[in-house]
């Protein structure tokens, strides 16, 4: 059974960091782009981070310089670094899965596999 479990997040204040970690079981990890996603109350769903299965990644632009994202397959684990978090990076983060046919990264939510249950990021001003 396939499982993507975030933690990490929390509450914190402007120009400080957190860590998420997105735990995955189920399937070849190894061979999967990881990408993760992050929705605000009342916008849509947005691909923040990913990562292909050789380790190419890709950012939205409102995230360069400022957050990292890399994997560990051999504990099978996604993670994502946010430093200099700002007030509009408050959202819930999801971290998803899909199989790395193309060989490159994607930010596109509508290819994923399977989603996580995401874990809250609170960033005050």
């Known amino acids: 059974r396939v499982q993507l479990a975030e933690s990490g997040g929390g509450a914190v204040q402007s120009g400080g960091s957190l860590k998420l970690s997105c735990t995955a079981s189920?399937?070849?990890?190894?061979?999967?782009?990881m990408t993760w996603f992050r929705q605000a109350p009342g916008q849509e769903r947005g691909g923040v981070a990913g990562?292909?299965?050789?380790?190419?990644?890709i950012y939205t632009d409102s995230v360069k310089g400022r957050f990292t994202i890399s994997r560990d397959n051999d504990k099978t684990t996604l993670f994502l670094e946010m430093n200099s978090l700002k007030p509009e990076d408050t959202a819930k983060y999801y971290c998803?899965?899909?199989?790395?046919?193309?060989?490159?990264?994607?930010?596109?939510?509508?290819?994923?596999?399977?989603w996580g249950q995401g874990t809250q990021v609170t960033v005050s001003s």
């Open positions: 998803a899965a899909m199989e790395d046919y193309r060989g490159m990264p994607t930010l596109r939510g509508g290819e994923f596999d399977y």
């Open positions: 990562i292909d299965s050789r380790g190419h990644t």
């Open positions: 189920g399937f070849y990890f190894s061979r999967y782009c």
